[in-house]
Every structure is written in structure tokens, then in C-alpha cells.
């Protein structure tokens, strides 16, 4: 959602914006001429309401912009100005977003921690008045309502909203690294209860209108309307307006109250919140809780509680100045400029850069029945496809059925689709052993095995059968897509599609092309991929592609530093506390042992010694005892059904010890393990962008930030602040680093961090171990020009 | 009458239209035709088609409807059943022998009585040799049921047929909780007190809560009343035409009732009470009295409210159904014709209550008539809304351009002409037996006031709705 936030930035120059709210135009005009030059905003009058549309030009969504909101102050004053006038009501004129947010352009163009602070008075000031109103405002909500857009809407007298699944409201800014800068730290606590209102500005959460309605942040809801005399979107924005109106009459009429009653729980905690000691134990409390989740190196959960403490202990007019300059200071730091690049980026991965496809994908068929093949089958029934489900048993089809089934039963508990749903999307799917309907597929996708000659194998199958049109899409992380291409009778239909595990969490899809690809299968699985939710990176054919290349040799460097005797829970707490997700060790375990040595295995051939390092032989020996990771309940942990507590494999001390290689101490400190993994990731990112398999250092950026992302699973209050992050913005979910490693991808992080002083450290670690620690060429160029960098 | 409706059950608009075909027998309808001032030619004399028996509606009855919770309060919906079919014997003198086999329809059913039609039929004396089977469609499956009639009778493997429905809302069947069933059953099985006190350990208070009957669409959760009132905003239907409808709705029927029009109510001497001889939901008020009602379903601000829906009922409706010949035989002066007919259906979600706009121009156009050609419409009134809606629907291009695939629109039925003695919302609507009193207000609509085709038609839930063309039996 915070996705779809600032789009259409770009262009908001053009005035014909009010020629194009079709339908909802209010004819009698006060003040004609000037309203025509306004392209941000127009106002009509109803009787004696006021209907204040806000349009942003040219843009799918509102956003706050400098010229929204000098145009809303103009409105505004004429609006308080009038006699004709008693009451407002603020609505969008597009169907499907309130207001967005702030711009973020907006605020990346922002050169000074003045100028921010400044946006942020600026705005407070205008809110203020508008909470202040003489004359009650309704703002009428259909579409999202988020970040500076829930501000707004929280000064105004009273809100109603529609009850459609488009209507979200929350406050996203932590996403961003930043904090609710108009005013939403005062507002929010007084409106839901302090702990409901940090837990919104803490997980930046959306919220769905059913429940802002419970939580008081919405004063009454709306049904979306289905067709009537015009088409249901239109209709329901009319509905929404006019009972916004109905309301605004009421409210000026002193007929309807805008006070709420509140329920007894509501009562209750507002009553403990008045007690300054709970108060002092709820902010320990939440700060403890964030301090241990972002090992307090992550600034702006932090500020937030501290503007919000200070509003509440010092009073109003603190807690405003505190908020516009905290804002400021947040939107000034590395962490925000690296997130809110991360969310370009991710921008740009939601679209189909090769346009649209000749033919939408409306069955697909998916061979392989695996914890992937199942996952894929689930992201794309509930958005409507057919899906074929093959395997070549039952009892991993069963298997794979259930998994889909359960990922959609999880849904109905969190109540975030209705049993009969869940059931009607259910039935799009069927599971079946032989080749039944794949002449009707329009694309399949293999998620069988890693074996180049099974793979070979199904290939040939499925051509016997598909219709002309099929494209055939490999599942895989590793082998090259050309190679699999090669016994097939139409390599133009032939692409790569890695998706990552756990299919329905993981947002990244990697699409591989080869020289033969044709451009519009790749439009075709791009489109596919989006479809499925998916943010995606489109890389060129090569072993490991770009995320599994990256993270090889890495791996290998894990391997060795196991080997030269660090303890595998030191070396998970080490790489986390670096900014990834999960421990190195923990990672092999997840990804699969077996799978693991497959793929060092064969890139080791490909590139021989600069993804060397560890000895593959341990991977090797952990396979042959069955240490596979989770799935066979032991690796370097063991695993145990309904058990958190991770103990270590006391079995592993054997192997490890008969492969113990002697640590080298100039390079064997924390902070040098630390980097001595990063570096190789980053050389060899940079390395793939050097031979043209990235087209752009945003895609190796959101590629590595989302593929290397696992679910977090965290408890408590932390455990849904996990949740949303991952929904948002999968890998930040964990912790985050003062090098900013996670959250900003390989190259932005050479930009923040510098390319020369990373260039150090990987010769350092050349003169200890080698060739592998070689710095490529782009990146030695970036070292040597310091004015070269990957994001201008 | 507020009381009633606040609980949204499903409300299912019933209509029964048949379309039979007839082989024989070109009807002269000529003369009655003349009796009414429409100067219109029918585009056709009758629906006769050939090949086909003609199925005739020999006569049709109904106990009185009564407002759930009133006179028929503790009566079990076949007793109900029964009254209609004692009611129907009566009327008809047709001998219990003669007849080849009963369907009822019925919605809300009583467990210890799914096959009512069974039930009623053997209580009221029929033949234990007759057949008898229930369905259930919602509010048209007393229109099911007649249907089905039709085609036994059309198809040869019937002559006789006595359709109808029944509905008792004042008794709806409340279930323990699915926890508790499960203790109770798995209870049953246990074999030794160590298994018995095992699962009783398992019991918890919250078992005890009970589950009533779904009062909403099974697809979506949302009640029809919510549903109503979404359409009626999405055709922009206000709150005072809506009271103005409901208004016009009692006032006929009040009319209706009191120059004697309803002869399809047959009285019901309710054991140990006194003899119900007329409906009791019939109250006209006023539509000052009316704007002061809160909305019932969509608070505060909808538009769908007790006095503009139609109130929960109890009731049973019966009607006798011959091929042409055999009635003729039997020396009967059939009532009508049940000619085309049609179901239809839709999203259950936004489009729940359109069935009879999606349903009236095909089966006109199957029966190759016009609007123009209906003489009597009988529309099933669940809501004032939901009418209203359709209404606006009929009259849309925009509509049916984008939803129903046709070119121009259905056009307006002409009110004079539209359910002139009273509907649902008034006269009240027992679900299971509303079809069959639409299909009687019709046919008898024709023979009082002249005229040849009649149309049924009405919405269900789950988004269905049906048609029936009735067409008037020559004098």
C-alpha cells in the first residue's frame, strides 16, 4: 500500500484535472474564476455544504504536495469566509485512494533539516485550524488513507468511510524512517487510546475501515455499492458524498453529536492512561520492547514514542515543536533516505517494464507439488487463476493441496477472507497426477527438483502437450535457464521464474531471460508475477542468476568461519546483529543443507575459486548423515515440532572439528566476520551489475532486501510488529543496522557507506585468504572516483 | 409491524409462472379481451404450443397470512400445510384419489418434518398411495414447486398435481452449538464411564450458546435487508418513495380486502382458538407515521426500514394444477393457463434482489410477448427497495447495456396494472407459500378485471428470481 503512495508525482503541472472528475461535479460554483486556475482541489456547495474534492492531476493517487496544500488553504479560508456556508464535507475525486501520504519527492528534494521542519509547521498549523473549525468538516474516506492523508482526516469533526477492502487507514511513516509530522502523534493517542496509537505508528500498519470504525478512528462506515444506474465505483463515491452531506447537516445542525461512545474496555484504559505512574510503565515498556527489536540502532520508533510522551506529560504545544523537529531530524537520516529509496525501487519492480502481454495467463499449471509448486499454486488461485496442480504422487500432491488449503484456512482465521471465499478460490485449483488440461494452459510453471535432467525431462513431457502459445517457466535458483532451454522445440517461450520460499510471504520474483527469450514471454511472466502480488527483478541467464549468486559466496565464507571454530549461535547473533534477517547458520538450515551444497557445488564448477573459501566437504558430510536443516529436524540446530528454543546439533561438533581450520586473528574479530560475509555478497553484487546481468543497481538493491528476507517468527508485541513490516516491507522486520546493510541493498549501501573504505576492507581480507576477496572492477572504480555513485 | 421485520430472515419473493405447452386447443380469447379498455392488439391469442398439454390451474387457495407470532404461534408448519390442503379439497370437491402426486416448497424447515409435503398431505387425508415430495428455493420455491408440476404434467407422467408452499416463522428451528452436538454425539458413542467423564471434562459454558438459523446470504454474510438497502442506494431509490410504495402497497390490499378480491383465503379454525378468516398484516398508515421509523439495517442512515419491508409471516398456500383435457374431463372450469416460465440468476452479493428485471423480458420474450401484452403484473414486494430498484433497473439503458447484454432496456411495467391488490409488504410473505398466492393474484386479477396474460414474477436469495407467464382461462 505504501506502495502505491507516490506514484504520479511526476506530473502535476497540467490544469485539466477538473475536466476529468467525471460525474461528481458540483455545478454551482462560488467564486468561478479563481477555482478554474486550482488543480489540486475544487469546492462546490450543496445547499449550504461545502464539497471540497481533492484531485491530484495526472496521478492514479492523491498525495500531499507544497501546491495541495497551499490550494486546500485557500479553500479552506473561503469556505470559513462564507456566510452561505455552514459545513463541509472533504472527499476524494478518485475512487480508490483518500490521500496517499505526504510526497515523498516532496521531501527527498528537502536539502535542510529546516525546510522539513518547516513542511511539517507549516501543515500542523493548517490542521490545527481545521480541527479548530468553526463549521464541522466530514471527511468522506473511500480508497487509502494514509500517512499525512489519516492526519488530515483526523482534524476534521468527523470521518465516514467506506467499508471496501481499498479502504485502509493508517500511518506508514515509520516505514519510511520517518514519524507522522502533522500533527498525527498528538491527534492519534487522543482519538484510539495511547497503546492503539503507538501500535499504529510503531508497525505502521494499514487498517481496515471495519476496524478503524471499532477503534474510533472512523465515525461511521459505508457499504461500497454494487451497479446501479451508473457503474459501482462512480456510484458508491456519490453514496459516500451524499451521506457525508447528510452528516455535515446533522453536525451543523447540532442534530448529531461528533462524540463517540466508548465501550468499557475503551473507558478503562483511557482511565489507567490518566494515571501518570501506568503511563511511565506503558512508555518503559514500549520502548524496551523496541529497543530489543531494533537493537536500538533503528531511530524513528524511538522518536515516536518520545514525541508522543512529550505531547501527552508536556502539553500540545510541546509535543507539536517536538514532532516538527523530530520529523525533520528523521527525514534527515541515512535510515530514511535508504528506505525511502528502497521504496522507489520497489516502485519501479511493480511494473511491467516489457508492457502487456499479447494473451493474459488464465490457466496456469504447475508441476511439482513441493513446498514451492504449492506456493505458487497459492498465490495465484486467491487472484483467480486456474491453476493445475501436477505432481507424479499422491502423497505429495495431498501434501501440496493441504499446504494450499491451509494458507488460505490461515486467512479465514485472521478473518481476512470468509470460509465460502476461501472455498470458491479453493476450487480454481486442481490437483492432479497425469497431464489432464495442459492443453488449455497458458503457461506452466516446473517447480520440480534442482536436476538438470529431470528438468529435461519434464520439459519434453509438457511440449508434448501444451498448446503453441504455453510458456514454459522454470522454478529454479540455480541452474541456468539456457541449459534447461536446450532440449526445447520453441526456446522463445522458455523463461526463468525463482520465486522464493515461503512462496505466499516472500514478495521478491526473480525472472530470468535468455538470449532466445522472446520479449513477450517475458511480458508475460512479469505480468504473471504482479499479478501473483510479487515485487519483481527481471535478470539475465547465468549460473546462480543474481540472489543465488550473491549469497554463494557468502555461504562460503559462513562455512569457513565455522570451520576456523566459531560457534554457529554466535555466528547467527553476529550476522543479525549486521542487519540480516536470520544467522548465517540458521539461513543454511532454513534453505535446506542438501540444497545448500547442490548449489555451492555447482557454482563452485562455474567459477572455481573466488567462490571458494569453506569446505564444501562439510555441507557434504552434513547430507550424508541427514543433517538437512529444519526439514529433516536437524542441521546445525535441532527441530522440534512446537519447541521455539533452537538447541544446538552436539552431533555437528565432530564434523566440525575434524574440518577445524586455524583462525587467522588479524581478520577474525567480530566486526571483520561481520564484513568479511558482507563484502563478498557486495563484491559479487556488484560484480553481476559489471557483466550486465542487472540492468539496474535498484533492482540488485530491492532483489537482495527481498529475496534474503525470512518471516520473522517474534513474539508478543514485537511479533506484529514483524508482521506488518513483513507484509510491507519483508526483511526489515528484524533488526536494523547502523550500516543500513539490509534495508538498503548492496549498492545503495556502497553509496552510504563508500565504495573506497569497502575497497579497504576486502584487500585486507585479500592478503589474509585470497582471490576471493578480489574487488571487481566496477567496484574499484567506484573507490577510485568518489563522485561515482550508483544512485545519482 | 416494526417488529416484524427487524429480523432479516431471508426474504424470497415467490412466483410462479409456467410456460406449458399445449398441443391443442387454439383458445378464442377474443371476447374477454374486449372487456378491457387497452385498444393494444395482443401480439399473440394464446400460448398454446403444439405437441405440448396445456396445464391449467383448476383453482387455488390460502390460509389467511398472519404476522409470525400471532394466531398460528403454536401450530407446527404442517398443520399450516394441512389447512391449505384441506382448504384446497374443499373449495375443489376434486376426489383425493385423482390426484397423482404433491409438491409443497418451503424455506425455514421443521427437521422433525423436512418432507412437509408428506406430512400434510397424509393428515389431510390423502391417499397414503400419492407421493409427495418437498423443495426448497428460497422465496420462489412454492414456485418451484408448481413448476416441477408443470413439467410432470407436460412430460405425461402426471395428470393431477397439487403444488403449493407453506412457511411458520413464529417456530424457526434453533440448533445447539456445533460444540455441543459434537459432545452429545461423541457421548453417545463412548462405551466405558471413563470415556463419558473424559469427554464431559471437555464441556465449557460457551457449548450452551445457541445457533439460530442463518439470517443472512450463506456467500457473503449480509442479511437482505442490508442487501435491499444497498440497491435501493445504488439506484437511488430515496426513503420516501419507498414509503410511498409500502403506503400504496397496504392501501390496495386494505381495498382489496374489504370488497372481498382475496378469494384465495380460505378461513383456518385454528385449534383451540378462534377462526382466522382474513390477513392481518394489512395496516395502512401514514406517511408521516411511516418517515419517523429508524432504518433497520443500515444504521442510522439507510433507507430500508419495518414500515417498507415485508414482515416475517406464517402461512400456507395450495393450488390444484391439471393437464387441460383431464380437467375438462373431470368437468372442471379451469382459471388459467400456466404458460412460459423462467429462472434466473445473479450475483448473490450486488445484485441479490434483481431476479425479476433480469427474468421478465426473457420469459417475454420466450412467450414472444411484449410488456404491452401483460394485462395483470404480480411482482413479489420483499421491499419496497428492492421493487423500486427493479424498477429503475427495467427502465435503464445504462443497465441493461452493461449487465444484461441487451440493447435497450426492459421498460417499466405500468403501475395501474402492477400488483393492484396488495403484495408482500402488505398482504405478508410466508416464503415457502408466497409463489402460489402471486400465481392466484394473477389469474383471478384477469378474470375480475378482463385482460389475457398475466406476469409473475420475483427475486430470491442467493440471488435467484423466476418468471411466469399466467394466462387467463376463457371464460
Sequence with gaps: MVACRAIGILSRFSAFRILRSRGYICRNFTGSSALLTRTHINYGVKGDVAVVRINSPNSKVNTLSKELHSEFTEVMNEIWASDQIRSAVLISSKPGCFIAGADINMLSACKTLQEVTQLSQEAQRILEKLEKSPKPVVAAINGSCLGGGLELAISCQYRIATKDRKTVLGVPEVLLGALPGAGGTQRLPKMVGVPAALDMMLTGRNIRADRAKKMGLVDQLVEPLGPGLKPPEERTMEYLEEVAITFAKGLADKKISPKRNKGLVEKLTAYAMTIPFVRQQVYKKVEEKVRKQTKGLYPAPLKIIDVVKTGIEQGSDAGYLSESQKFGELVMTKESKALMGLYHGQVLCKKNKFGAPQKDVKHLAILGAGLMGAGIAQVSVDKGLKTILKDATLTGLDRGQQQVFKGLNDKVKKKALTSFERDSIFSNLTGQLDYQGFEKADMVIEAVFEDLSLKHRVLKEVEAVIPDHCIFASNTSALPISEIAAVSKRPEKVIGMHYFSPVDKMQLLEIITTEKTSRDTSASAVAVGLKQGKVIIVVKDGPGFYTTRCLAPMMSEVIRILQEGVDPKKLDSLTTSFGFPVGAATLVDEVGVDVAKHVAEDLGKVFGERFGGGNPELLTQMVSKGFLGRKSGKGFYIYQEGVKRKDLNSDMDSILASLKLPPKSEVSSDEDIQFRLVTRFVNEAVMCLQEGILATPAEGDIGAVFGLGFPPCLGGWSRRLGKQLTLAWSPCCISFNELLFLYSGPFRFVDLYGAQKIVDRLKKYEAAYGKQFTPCQLLADHANSPNKKFYQ | ?475
Design chain 2, 1 to 475: 409491524m416494526t417488529t416484524i421485520l427487524t429480523y432479516p430472515f431471508k426474504k424470497l419473493p415467490i412466483t410462479s409462472k409456467w410456460a406449458l405447452r399445449f398441443a391443442i386447443r387454439p383458445l378464442s380469447c377474443s371476447s374477454q379481451l374486449r372487456a378491457a379498455p387497452a385498444v393494444q392488439t395482443k401480439t399473440k391469442k394464446t400460448l398454446a404450443k403444439p405437441n405440448i398439454r396445456n396445464v391449467v390451474v383448476v383453482d387455488g387457495v390460502r390460509t389467511p397470512f398472519l404476522l409470525s407470532g400471532t394466531s398460528y404461534k403454536d401450530l407446527m408448519p404442517h398443520d399450516l400445510a394441512r389447512a391449505a390442503l384441506t382448504g384446497l379439497l374443499h373449495r375443489t370437491s376434486v376426489p383425493k384419489e385423482v390426484v397423482d402426486y404433491i409438491i409443497f416448497g418451503t424455506v425455514i424447515q421443521e427437521v422433525k418434518t423436512s418432507n412437509v409435503a408428506r406430512e400434510a398431505a397424509l393428515g389431510a387425508g390423502f391417499s397414503d398411495k400419492t407421493p409427495a415430495h418437498t423443495v426448497t428455493m428460497a422465496c420462489i420455491s412454492a414456485n418451484q414447486a408448481m413448476t416441477t408440476g408443470v413439467g410432470l404434467i407436460a412430460s405425461g407422467q402426471c395428470d393431477v398435481i397439487v403444488a403449493g408452499g407453506v412457511e411458520l416463522m413464529s417456530d424457526i428451528p434453533i440448533r445447539h452449538s456445533r460444540k455441543m452436538r459434537k459432545l452429545m454425539l461423541d457421548l453417545n458413542k463412548a462405551k466405558s464411564m471413563g470415556q463419558r467423564l473424559s469427554l464431559i471434562s471437555k464441556f465449557r459454558l460457551n457449548f450452551l450458546a445457541p445457533e439460530l438459523p442463518a439470517v443472512a446470504e450463506f456467500s457473503t454474510s449480509e442479511t437482505m435487508g442490508h442487501s435491499a438497502d444497498r440497491l435501493a442506494a445504488a439506484f437511488a431509490v430515496s426513503r420516501l418513495e419507498q414509503d410511498e410504495y409500502a403506503l400504496r402497497s397496504h392501501s390496495l390490499a386494505k381495498k382489496a380486502q374489504d370488497e372481498g378480491l382475496l378469494s384465495d383465503v380460505v378461513p383456518f379454525r385454528v385449534p383451540g382458538k378462534d377462526t382466522v378468516t382474513k390477513d392481518n398484516g394489512i395496516r395502512p398508515s401514514s406517511l408521516e407515521q411511516m418517515a419517523k421509523l429508524k432504518p433497520a439495517f443500515i444504521k442510522p442512515y439507510g433507507t430500508v426500514t419495518a414500515a417498507n419491508s415485508s414482515f416475517l409471516t406464517d402461512g400456507a398456500s395450495a393450488m390444484l394444477i391439471m393437464a387441460e383435457e383431464k380437467a375438462l374431463a373431470m368437468g372442471y372450469k379451469p382459471k388459467a393457463y400456466l404458460r412460459d416460465f423462467m429462472y434466473v440468476s445473479q450475483d448473490p452479493k450486488d445484485q441479490l434482489l434483481l431476479g425479476p428485471t433480469y427474468a421478465t423480458p426473457k420469459v417475454l420474450e420466450k412467450a414472444g410477448l411484449t410488456m404491452n401484452d401483460i394485462d395483470a403484473f404480480e411482482f413479489h414486494e420483499a421491499f419496497s427497495g428492492q421493487i423500486l430498484a427493479n424498477f429503475k433497473a427495467m427502465d435503464s439503458d445504462w443497465f441493461a447495456e452493461n449487465y444484461m447484454g441487451r440493447k435497450t432496456k426492459v421498460g417499466l411495467p405500468p403501475l395501474e396494472k402492477f400488483n393492484n391488490w396488495g403484495g408482500s409488504l402488505s398482504l405478508g410473505h410466508p416464503f415457502g407459500a408466497t409463489g402460489c398466492r402471486l400465481v392466484m393474484a394473477a389469474a383471478n386479477r384477469l378474470r375480475k378485471e378482463g385482460g389475457q396474460y398475466g406476469l409473475v414474477a420475483a427475486c430470491a436469495a442467493g440471488g435467484q428470481g423466476h418468471a411466469m407467464i399466467v394466462e387467463a382461462y376463457p371464460k
